[in-house]
């Protein structure tokens, strides 16, 4: 008679985890900030402003309601709009072609590069005179070629701005992500880096003019004074950050997000030599492996030609995967009108996965990942 193996669960993320973390500092932060009535654009709004400055080095940075608002505010801030193209990556989540939409432009899907981040010379093909914009994106907490980027938005007199997202801390020769062009956008999802108990993000620039245009329509069109100019030639809208949310993020910020980003650095290590010997397998840079680039490791994404087979397998050990934004690149979203066919993208998406990657996996969980996975290939313990 079969036996069944015992299962480890490695989901691919604990959400409860999250909270239970640091449970009693949050509940003791919800209490002291809920005590004072601080609920909407307070003194803590500003502190966790003061510590995103500190770690992007940025002179702005304006606390959102999400990453989504975040990149279309940042867009108008700057003035594109209807007639205007914004090129983005199509390996990327469709919030970023969302934003440029909600901006009232037409987004531009274009094809990844061998690192599967906005490609410099397909961005370059793709530049029409209505382009006004390329916004490569930060996929997976690694940084995008911006010296090749910027080098074409330079010769072309595009904005550069960036989705990044999933990037907080990243850098590419010792330059934060979110700081390569006119602004960067960060999101604070749960699943982020630097995840929150709902939703929030940021965007960090150092011009006055975008920073003081992305503040006042963040809150209806309101002035340094709070209240709307009755001369106002600006719709704002509402996309405020969570006064309470922003005081547990800028603790979570302040306190842990080092020692979380080393801890996913850590993993990330650990995956890489638990596969290192496995051909059919391409994995990301190891942590350090990169001298240009300091990766924060929002996932772990690999690639394989029997990813779905993989899947399931992986699935029976008790671990979960996902397809990464359930698996489909933003030109594939053909009712949604896009036409191009990058074909890089193309082979991507038929063969990603992402593996659990969090600060709160044990040294157990990766291991039972990356020994299901020998197992898979037929690979010794
Ligand atoms: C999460 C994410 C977004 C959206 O962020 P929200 O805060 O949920 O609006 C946008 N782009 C990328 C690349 C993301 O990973």
């Known amino acids: 008679m079969a036996v069944p193996r015992p299962v480890r669960k490695v989901p691919f993320f604990d959400w409860a985890a999250l909270f239970r973390e640091h449970r009693d500092d949050y509940v003791r932060i919800f209490a002291e900030t809920a005590d004072r009535g601080g609920f909407i654009l307070q003194r803590d709004v500003e502190e966790f402003e003061t510590a995103l400055r500190g770690v992007t080095g940025s002179r702005h940075a304006v606390a959102l309601a999400d990453c989504t608002n975040a990149m279309s505010l940042g867009l108008r801030a700057l003035g594109i709009g209807p007639g205007d193209e914004v090129l983005i990556p199509s390996h990327t989540f469709l919030a970023t072609a969302q934003a440029v939409v909600y901006a009232g432009a037409t987004p531009v899907p274009v094809d990844i590069d061998a690192r599967n981040l906005m490609d410099a010379a397909a961005t370059e093909a793709a530049i029409t005179p209505r382009a006004r914009a390329l ?42 992500a979110g700081t390569f062009g006119a602004w960067g956008a960060f999101s604070f999802y749960p699943s982020k880096t630097l995840g929150g108990f709902g939703d929030a993000g940021a965007l960090v620039t150092d011009d006055d003019e975008i920073a003081a245009g992305v503040r006042a329509m963040r809150n209806h069109g309101s002035g340094v004074d709070k209240v709307i100019p009755a001369d106002t030639t600006v719709w704002g809208t509402n996309s405020r950050i969570d006064n309470i949310h922003a005081a547990i ?7 842990h997000y080092d020692a979380d980003i080393a801890r996913r650095r850590a993993i990330a290590a ?28 929002q996932n772990y994404e690999i690639e394989t030609r029997r990813r779905d087979a993989l899947r399931a397998h992986l699935a029976e050990d008790g671990i979960g995967t996902i397809l990464q934004w359930g698996g489909t690149a933003i030109h594939q979203f053909r009712g949604l009108g896009f036409t191009q066919t990058p074909p890089r993208a193309d ?35």
């Open 347 to 381: 082979a991507f998406f038929r063969r990603c996965l992402l593996l659990p990657m969090n600060h709160l996996l044990s040294d157990d969980d990766v291991d039972h990942v990356g020994a299901s996975v020998r197992r898979f290939f037929g690979r010794p313990a």
């Open 249 to 255: 993020l800028a603790y979570k910020l302040t306190r």
């Open 135 to 176: 916004m490569p994106v930060q996929v997976n907490g690694t940084t995008a070629d911006m010296d090749a980027l910027g080098d074409v938005a330079r010769r072309h007199g595009l904005a550069l701005v960036e989705d990044s997202a999933q990037a907080l801390g990243a850098t590419y020769k010792g330059r934060q």
């Open 270 to 297: 650990r995956y890489d030599s638990a596969l290192a010997d496995i051909e059919e397998v391409a994995r990301p840079a190891a942590p350090g492996a990169d001298p240009e680039r300091f990766d924060v490791f």
